[in-house]
């Protein structure tokens, strides 16, 4: 049997369509492995929205040359593909800087991938079109003991694509167009999942709040609606979704987190910045205070919510007075996590042609204080949660014998003191003690299979 090695880089979209390659190529002959040196087809599932996430390719590529050179020297064929975001804004450039790449392929067009293999036997191939067909319709479910394999959370993604076109950022090049999966898709799947064993889906998209896909009777389904039907799934006691844009933050959706025991009061969604004169710049379209009030209604509908957002330090022409607003916002709205980052100017967006770059040195500091102040205030969030009871979903044994590892309403890993609960079931944890990267916890009872 041939083997197939796949690495993604970058967000959940591509974890989910290694997947998907994977469950495809499976049906060429290939089995997965872990080791990259057995080999014989090596994906590298790549990211393009920061410079350096881009370069990693690069140098992972030289050590792909090397391997598949001394491969060839005994006598073995390496097939070495480029796909995702980097494959897709990049093409061709990648054979010139990549001697080992065989196939360059975008995110839209994996399920050309058997194709473009053949192919490659003669000649070297990019294949970035976008393409008319969903590829979702030609790349095929994988067996039940491998979606069982892959754990009782499962992503699923539900939309592609975005239409927003901040200043930054390289995904509506990268991603195309939004488009929205029809439900009646989403829902299929979302059975199969459940029939495996899956108990926590993640709905994922680019812009997954701006869902408006097809439903069975032709209208046009928003998220909210969506969440209310996949809650109905026999199994799925746990809704989440992610990335969201505060602008697609309807009532509908609200009102979800308010109405849906199953839909997890942890919400990701993104700010970037707490500065109105940077929003604007970036075209998010929203000012600082209206996020907070936006806040203020999600956690009126839902007290116990827990946030985590996405920031940029150092956009181009951001003052010190405009970062420190920034901080101003986090201290005001309290975040469970975030991620943050030095902004990267990328090739052929908008704002990596404004003059004003601020230099390294102040990003680097700007990080610092900004990442600072978010993981008090993560080390906050878990340490308050010391005391409570919270439903934790047993996902693996612990570390130690005795123990079962699980994850909380609010993605905290927890390790509790049990032998007596199986994977995949939901249980009420007293929550004793916080770790800097997990919490520990007692058994109380049995979970109430849905609310947290
Ligand atoms: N769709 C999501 C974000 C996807 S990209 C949203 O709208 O929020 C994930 C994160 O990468 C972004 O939220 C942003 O914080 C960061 N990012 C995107 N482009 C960047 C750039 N050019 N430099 C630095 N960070 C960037
Ligand atoms: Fe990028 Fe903005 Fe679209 Fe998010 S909403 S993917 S940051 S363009
Ligand atoms: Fe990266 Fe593409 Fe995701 S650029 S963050 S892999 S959409």
């Known amino acids: 049997m041939k083997k197939v090695f796949v690495k993604s880089y970058g967000c959940q979209m591509n974890v989910y369509d290694a997947e998907r390659m994977a469950d495809m190529l499976a049906t060429e002959g290939y089995s997965e492995t872990k080791a990259m040196e057995e080999a014989d087809l090596v994906i590298l599932n790549t990211c393009h929205i920061r410079e350096k996430a881009a370069e990693k390719v690069y140098s992972e590529l030289g050590r792909v040359r090397e391997m598949k050179q001394e491969h060839e020297a005994a006598g073995r064929d390496i097939r070495v593909v480029v796909a995702g975001c980097v494959a897709q804004a990049e093409g061709k450039e990648i054979l010139r800087r990549a001697p080992a790449v065989d196939v360059v392929v975008g995110p839209q067009n994996y399920h050309n991938l058997p194709a473009l293999l053949k192919k490659s036997r003669t000649d ?23 979606t069982r394999s892959r754990g009782v959370s499962a992503f699923l993604t539900i939309q592609e694509g975005c239409d927003k076109f901040c200043t930054f950022c390289v995904v509506p090049y990268t991603r195309g167009a939004e488009v929205s999966r029809p439900v009646a898709k989403i829902l299929d799947e979302a059975l199969r999942l459940a029939d495996a064993g899956v108990r926590e889906l993640t709905l994922i ?14 209208s046009i389904w928003s998220l909210g609606r969506l969440l209310h039907r996949l809650a109905e799934v026999p199994g799925i006691a ?12 309807d009532e509908e959706l609200i009102a ?32 600082g205070d209206e996020y907070r009030r936006l806040i203020e209604r999600i956690r009126l509908a839902q007290p ?28 005001d709205v309290g975040f469970a996590s975030s991620f943050s980052f030095k902004y990267s100017p990328r090739p ?17 500091e700007r990080l610092a204080r900004l990442q600072n102040l978010l993981e008090m205030q993560r080390q906050a969030f878990n340490h308050g949660t010391v005391g409570q009871t919270l439903d934790v979903l047993l996902e693996k044994p612990g570390r130690h014998p005795g123990q079962m590892a699980g994850k909380s309403p609010y993605l905290q890993a927890v390790q509790i003191e049990t032998d007596r609960h199986a994977v995949g079931e939901i249980v009420t944890v007293r929550i004793t003690q916080a770790g800097s990267n997990s919490l520990f916890g007692e058994w109380v009872g049995s979970g109430s299979q849905a609310a947290a």
């Open 124 to 146: 070297r191939i990019v294949d970035t079109e976008f393409p008319i067909e969903d590829k979702f319709d030609h790349l095929p479910a994988p067996s039940k003991a491998k």
């Open 205 to 218: 998209g680019q812009n997954v709040n701006a869902y408006h896909g097809e439903g069975p009777d032709g």
């Open 238 to 249: 746990r809704l989440r979704y992610t990335t969201s844009h505060p602008r697609d933050m």
């Open 256 to 287: 979800a987190h308010r109405d849906l025991p199953a839909v997890m009061p942890y919400l990701h969604l993104p700010v970037q910045s707490g500065s109105d004169r940077i929003l604007d710049v970036m075209n998010r379209k929203h000012t």
């Open 304 to 331: 116990r919510l827990a946030l985590s957002s996405d920031f940029i330090v150092g956009f181009p022409g951001e003052t010190d007075a405009e970062f420190e607003e920034t901080m101003r916002l986090v201290a």
């Open 348 to 364: 052929g967006t908008p704002a990596a042609d404004i003059d004003a770059q601020v230099p390294e040195a102040v990003k680097a």
